[in-house]
């Protein structure tokens, strides 16, 4: 299994789709009337994945890419835009990879740290980029270099707490709930502040939803007084409608006089005129109170949509803040037995070198020449003949 790992690796490069990878997908669908593909920007962008593998893409969703090559992930991308969409042409997705993981380099060099990948990189070339093999007098800058993984390692944790309680914060906003679920060891100064940004948040919709609330009683309100004087219109056009039919049969009596009768006319048209400005000025009331309660079931709609939001990114930020702290305690470690070993010797000698790789979900060191063909996300092991001679004799 090892051997097909190391052997694999050249061929595997180009496909890589593993956490932290960097992606960028284009959607484009065909324009039948000219024969040329439009890209769809709403739907493209980049996309980074996740933690076991997996992507998330807007409108589809969460997608494990397992064994699927970028090809094939672009096929499976456009055939679910196509079901998510209702579509009848099916849409063309491409993938490009904008940055791999980067690779790590410990052990027995003078610059342990993490360096961008690139395809085709080997094990001799990760070791020029940490800056060759460790000799004594990289001692020093070996301590200093200790001091600022310690400041990283302070400032990563740092922020892990606060994304911690961020989190815990964004969860009780969507939960609706008034206080936040503390994590452990979480900082009372921190932990304050995320309160006080609840209880805001809180309010702040609170008070927005009572607003158009009220609103929406004024409307009804003015739809009252309305209802009332188109009553009373009512009841003046049919006073009015009856009466000028009595006239009428005067004036053909020659009872009445004709100005009489026009005058009810004109009373009557005038009165019409106001039930149909009342009844507009009804219907324009209730499409305002309708429209106000259409805001209010947004408000929270909305919210929550953001606040989902919110909690992605900050879920997305927390995992490579604790993926960059382990980085450090590992460089740490490694820095601190290379510091003893030249404490002891004050040499270098011949080195030899590991590949510390995941393969089929397990962690197994891989011990390779300089000239292996790396993966993106290796740790790249140096050691000495030194080294390995003081771990021997420390066991």
Same mark, same amino acid.
């Given at each position: 299994?090892?051997?097909?790992?190391?052997?694999?690796?050249?061929?595997?490069?180009?496909?890589?789709?593993?956490?932290?990878?960097?992606?960028?997908?284009?959607?484009?669908?065909?324009?039948?009337?000219?024969?040329?593909?439009?890209?769809?920007?709403?739907?493209?962008?980049?996309?980074?994945?996740?933690?076991?593998?997996?992507?998330?893409?807007?409108?589809?969703?969460?997608?494990?890419?397992?064994?699927?090559?970028? &090809?094939?992930?672009? !096929?499976?991308?456009?055939?679910?835009?196509?079901?998510?969409?209702?579509?009848?042409?099916?849409?063309?997705?491409?993938?490009?990879?904008?940055?791999?993981?980067?690779?790590?380099?410990?052990?027995?060099?003078?610059?342990?740290? !993490?360096?961008?990948? !690139?395809?085709?990189?080997?094990?001799?070339?990760? #070791?020029?980029?940490?800056?060759?093999?460790?000799?004594?007098?990289?001692?020093?800058?070996?301590?200093?270099?200790?001091?600022?993984?310690?400041?990283?390692?302070?400032?990563?944790?740092?922020?892990?707490?606060?994304?911690?309680?961020?989190?815990?914060?964004?969860?009780?906003?969507?939960?609706?709930?008034?206080?936040?679920?503390?994590?452990?060891?979480?900082?009372?100064?921190?932990?304050?502040?995320?309160?006080?940004?609840?209880?805001?948040?809180?309010?702040?919709?609170?008070?927005?939803?009572?607003?158009?609330?009220?609103?929406?009683?004024?409307?009804?309100?003015?739809?009252?007084?309305?209802?009332?004087?188109?009553?009373?219109?009512?009841?003046?056009?049919?006073?009015?409608?009856?009466?000028?039919?009595?006239?009428?049969?005067?004036?053909?009596?020659?009872?009445?006089?004709?100005?009489?009768?026009?005058?009810?006319?004109?009373?009557?048209?005038?009165?019409?005129?106001?039930?149909?400005? !009342?009844?507009?000025?009804?219907?324009?009331?209730?499409?305002?109170?309708?429209?106000?309660?259409?805001?209010?079931?947004?408000?929270?709609?909305?919210?929550?949509?953001?606040?989902?939001?919110?909690?992605?990114?900050?879920?997305?930020?927390? &995992?490579? #803040?604790?993926?960059?702290?382990?980085?450090?305690?590992? #460089?740490?470690?490694?820095?601190?037995?290379?510091?003893?070993?030249?404490?002891?010797?004050?040499?270098?000698?011949?080195?030899?070198?590991?590949?510390?790789?995941?393969?089929?979900?397990?962690?197994?060191?891989?011990?390779?020449?300089?000239?292996?063909?790396?993966?993106?996300?290796?740790?790249?092991?140096?050691?000495?003949?030194?080294?390995?001679?003081?771990?021997?004799?420390?066991?």
């Amino acid at each position: 299994m090892y051997t097909v790992a190391l052997t694999g690796a050249a061929s595997a490069q180009s496909d890589y789709l593993g956490p932290q990878t960097r992606l960028r997908l284009n959607i484009f669908q065909l324009m039948t009337q000219t024969g040329q593909y439009a890209r769809w920007d709403a739907l493209s962008g980049e996309l980074v994945v996740g933690a076991g593998g997996v992507v998330t893409v807007p409108v589809i969703g969460a997608i494990t890419i397992g064994d699927l090559s970028i &090809e094939a992930l672009s !096929q499976e991308i456009a055939a679910r835009f196509q079901v998510e969409m209702g579509l009848i042409d099916p849409l063309a997705a491409t993938i490009e990879v904008v940055a791999y993981p980067p690779i790590y380099v410990v052990g027995a060099v003078a610059q342990p740290g !993490q360096y961008a990948f !690139q395809p085709g990189m080997t094990v001799l070339q990760a #070791l020029a980029l940490g800056g060759g093999q460790l000799r004594a007098e990289n001692t020093i800058s070996m301590a200093s270099e200790r001091i600022q993984l310690l400041s990283e390692l302070a400032a990563h944790e740092n922020e892990i707490g606060r994304s911690s309680l961020r989190v815990a914060r964004l969860n009780a906003e969507l939960a609706d709930a008034t206080e936040i679920d503390v994590p452990e060891d979480a900082d009372d100064k921190a932990l304050v502040q995320e309160q006080a940004v609840l209880k805001a948040g809180q309010t702040a919709r609170d008070r927005q939803i009572a607003s158009l609330t009220d609103l929406q009683v004024l409307y009804q309100q003015e739809i009252d007084v309305l209802e009332i004087r188109t009553a009373d219109i009512e009841k003046s056009i049919a006073s009015t409608e009856s009466e000028l039919a009595g006239v009428e049969k005067l004036v053909a009596t020659g009872m009445a006089t004709v100005s009489r009768r026009s005058e009810l006319e004109r009373l009557l048209a005038s009165l019409r005129s106001d039930r149909l400005e !009342q009844n507009t000025a009804i219907m324009r009331a209730k499409q305002f109170m309708t429209e106000a309660e259409r805001n209010a079931d947004g408000i929270e709609d909305t919210r929550r949509s953001e606040l989902t939001e919110q909690l992605l990114t900050e879920q997305a930020l927390l &995992e490579q #803040l604790q993926l960059d702290a382990q980085t450090n305690r590992t #460089l740490l470690a490694n820095l601190d037995k290379q510091l003893l070993i030249e404490g002891d010797t004050g040499e270098a000698s011949a080195i030899s070198f590991t590949i510390v790789r995941t393969v089929d979900d397990r962690i197994v060191d891989l011990p390779v020449g300089e000239a292996e063909i790396l993966l993106p996300s290796d740790v790249v092991k140096v050691s000495t003949a030194i080294a390995e001679t003081a771990r021997a004799s420390g066991t």
